[in-house]
Every structure is written in structure tokens, then in C-alpha cells.
């Protein structure tokens, strides 16, 4: 008896702690990506750097982990089920995914991946700042390079949150 009073002590105590996290969380949920602007630091200049309707989702648990997967506009689809090479390079170079925990604070969101498209963002942590209006999220990336041109600049995602 002493042994499943502790199991359900323990199991209570778990419950808790995710509902407060929860509690605690305004990013908790399932967002569609709305848009995906890129900003470069010397110029200002902004463009749609993967088409002018990107998609997308992002899902934050209240377990903490998170998951990101972003597709280009208008992505090239192969002629057959089995993709050449060189439709799967194509392909790789129009997406985004990755997926591990999360921390988040007042104005930041930490992804720490542990799997990703890009072997490279394995092990990192990701910094997002992030600005939450009603059901629209705005993701800003910390500035960085820009794989694709090298330009120093940051993206700027905006999300909208699916309903449960």
C-alpha cells in the first residue's frame, strides 16, 4: 500500500509541475506560419526569402519540448515517388526542420535542438526573441549570417496559433 501511495504521490507531483508550467507558458500550442521575412543588418532591405507564402508549423508542449518544420513557396515536387538526386537536393534546400526542448522567458525562447534537417544545428541552441499579440506570434531571430548569401541580418517569423 505505502509503495502506490508514493507512486501516486509521484504522479500528482509530475502533473502538477507540467500544469503550472503550462500555466506559465504563453507559447504553449500548435502555430502556422503566416510569413517568413529576412531583414539584412547594413541596408534594412526586407524580402520574402522563401516566397510570399511560406508554410510552416511550430508546437510548443507542456512537457517542454518544441518542434519547428518550414517549407518554401511553391517547392518543386518530383516527377515519381522515388526522387533523383538532384529533385532531393532541391528539395533539402526548401526546408527547415528541427525539434528538441525549450526554455522561454518574458522575451526569449531558447531552442535547444537535438535532431535536425541540417546536421550543423545539431547540439545548438537556437535564440528567438519573440513578441505575442492575441493569436500572433512574432519570432525574430538573434542576427547571424545568411547561409544562402552570407549577409549579416536576422528573419523575422510571423505565426498564427491553431485552435486546440
Given at each position: 500500500m505505502t509503495r502506490v501511495v508514493g507512486v501516486l504521490s509521484a504522479t500528482l507531483l509530475i502533473l502538477s509541475a507540467t500544469a503550472a508550467f503550462a500555466a506559465e507558458n504563453p507559447l504553449l500550442g500548435t502555430w502556422k506560419l503566416k510569413s517568413f521575412v529576412r531583414e539584412v543588418a547594413a541596408t534594412g532591405e526586407r524580402y520574402n526569402e522563401r516566397g510570399e507564402h511560406p508554410n510552416g508549423y511550430l508546437g510548443y508542449a507542456a512537457d517542454?519540448?518544441?518542434y519547428?518544420?518550414?517549407?518554401w513557396d511553391n517547392r518543386a515536387k518530383p516527377h515519381d515517388l522515388v526522387a533523383t538526386n538532384e529533385e532531393r537536393i532541391?528539395?533539402?534546400?526548401?526546408?527547415?526542420?528541427?525539434?528538441?526542448?525549450?526554455?522561454?522567458?518574458?522575451e526569449k525562447v531558447i531552442h535547444h535542438v537535438d535532431i535536425s534537417w541540417n546536421q550543423a544545428w545539431t547540439g545548438t541552441d537556437q535564440v528567438r526573441f519573440y513578441k505575442l499579440e492575441g493569436n500572433t506570434l512574432t519570432?525574430?531571430?538573434?542576427?547571424?549570417p545568411n547561409p544562402t548569401d552570407g549577409r549579416e541580418g536576422r528573419s523575422i517569423l510571423v505565426w498564427e496559433k491553431l485552435a486546440p
Amino acid at each position: 500500500m505505502t509503495r502506490v501511495v508514493g507512486v501516486l504521490s509521484a504522479t500528482l507531483l509530475i502533473l502538477s509541475a507540467t500544469a503550472a508550467f503550462a500555466a506559465e507558458n504563453p507559447l504553449l500550442g500548435t502555430w502556422k506560419l503566416k510569413s517568413f521575412v529576412r531583414e539584412v543588418a547594413a541596408t534594412g532591405e526586407r524580402y520574402n526569402e522563401r516566397g510570399e507564402h511560406p508554410n510552416g508549423y511550430l508546437g510548443y508542449a507542456a512537457d517542454g519540448r518544441m518542434y519547428a518544420i518550414i517549407t518554401w513557396d511553391n517547392r518543386a515536387k518530383p516527377h515519381d515517388l522515388v526522387a533523383t538526386n538532384e529533385e532531393r537536393i532541391k528539395l533539402y534546400g526548401t526546408m527547415i526542420s528541427y525539434a528538441g526542448t525549450y526554455t522561454v522567458d518574458a522575451e526569449k525562447v531558447i531552442h535547444h535542438v537535438d535532431i535536425s534537417w541540417n546536421q550543423a544545428w545539431t547540439g545548438t541552441d537556437q535564440v528567438r526573441f519573440y513578441k505575442l499579440e492575441g493569436n500572433t506570434l512574432t519570432i525574430t531571430s538573434a542576427p547571424a549570417p545568411n547561409p544562402t548569401d552570407g549577409r549579416e541580418g536576422r528573419s523575422i517569423l510571423v505565426w498564427e496559433k491553431l485552435a486546440p
